[in-house]
């Protein structure tokens, strides 16, 4: 099961070479990321722990890689989402499919007569939590002080191939959903004196719901990892010509990438490289999450039939 140490590949876009950390390479039942964030408890033991409890989407990465884990470690996972779209319930795919085959208890809170206006998080707290007993929660999308043993070890492979490359200077790009990866990457490079810069954007939410959620894990802003602003506001799920436009011509240059981070963080990066800070080297950080395209590109061919 490889779960650390992924190569480093090199694509021409936006007329420069583009280094690529190949974490969609990792175990493909852990989804790039998620190996990461989940690497401490696939690595120690929870003799007491019986029920896995998390929440997100019902085509959340986060879900197939905790179903994963809890059918590895003999768990249950309850994994709560606000609702389950009819057409995913009709012909499961994707993470939802995974997930399903896997074990995992696909709970929609909209059919929960108890949630009396809650939202998921606090469903959870409230009502889950009180009555589960030998559980462990991971908050949505791994957003937790777990995740930092992972996204640590990812830290120093990429220290280690940047004085291997004999680089003066480097940037680490990724799109952000809750910010954890970039923000643990960001403190294990500051902790350590790298000259390494983590940049990324926020793909939920906007910049303020990012920075919230740095400081949700840590209020040192000296690890807080420096965001880029996008030309315009890209409402998270939703289907735009430019975002498959820039995933082919991405995926065009020799490795595929997934369809909903993936796209806004390229956009982001080309309007980074357009400004006057973008020295040195760049090394974007690939996550995974390829099961998804299963069902974001039926979407997009629905929506855009002209698209090739």
Known sequence: MKLSQTRVDSIEMFNRVIHVKRDD??????SGNKARKFAYFLENDFPDVKTLIGYGSAQANSL????????LKGWQLDFYVDHIASYIKQQPRGNYRAALENGAKIIALDEQGDREGRDTLDYITEVVLPKTENAVFVPE??????????????????????????????????PSGTGTTAL??????????????????????????????FSELT???????????????????????????MWNKVSGAGIEFELLYDPVGWIALEQYLQSDESNGAILYLHQGG???????????????PDLK
């Open 290 to 304: 390829m099961l998804g395209n299963e069902t974001m590109l039926p979407r997009y061919r629905r929506k855009y």
């Open 64 to 71: 197939y890689s905790m179903s994963a884990l809890a059918k």
């Open 141 to 174: 999308g791994g957003r937790c002080e777990f995740a930092k043993h992972g996204v640590y070890r990812l830290a120093r492979e990429i220290a280690l191939w940047s004085e291997a490359q004999g680089l003066p200077q480097l940037t680490v790009f990724l």
């Open 25 to 30: 390479l990792l175990h493909p039942e852990f």
């Open 219 to 245: 209020d040192n802003s000296l690890y807080h990892p420096k965001s880029v602003m996008l030309p315009k506001k890209y409402h998270f799920g939703k289907l735009y010509r430019e975002c498959y436009e």
């Open 184 to 213: 643990f990457l960001n403190q294990y490079f500051v902790e350590h004196e790298r000259d390494i810069q983590v940049l990324t954007c926020a793909t939920v939410g906007g910049d303020d719901y990012l920075h919230s959620q």
